[in-house]
């Protein structure tokens, strides 16, 4: 069972048929942050998706160069037709 999308600013990407990438808008100590947190599913009857340690936050101004950097990256792949996959 995947993890509950509870609000419009948050979306969940499938990394495999246990993880999911979770990204969404958190608040912490008054500031606005953008939160990518891995989620797996836990051994328990029903298969809720928990939260883990891997992940990032960083402040929501940054969110323009994050996706420069990442559009920068999809593009050189692109380039070079690289077909490898992180995981």
């Known amino acids: 069972m995947l993890p509950e999308t ?3 600013d948050t979306m969940d990407i499938s990394k495999n048929t246990l993880e999911v990438i ?5 608040e912490y100590r ?3 942050l953008v939160d990518f947190r891995l989620w797996v599913q836990s051994d328990e ?3 809720e998706y ?5 992940g ?3 402040r929501r101004e940054l969110l323009g160069e994050v996706l420069r950097a990442l559009r920068t990256l999809r593009d050189d792949q692109e380039t070079t037709g690289s077909e490898s996959e992180a995981g």
């Open 50 to 54: 928990i939260p883990t340690k891997k």
């Open 22 to 26: 979770r990204v969404q808008r958190t």
């Open 56 to 58: 990032i936050s960083f």
């Open 45 to 47: 009857p029903g298969g």
């Open 30 to 32: 008054g500031k606005d």
């Open 6 to 8: 509870k609000r419009d």
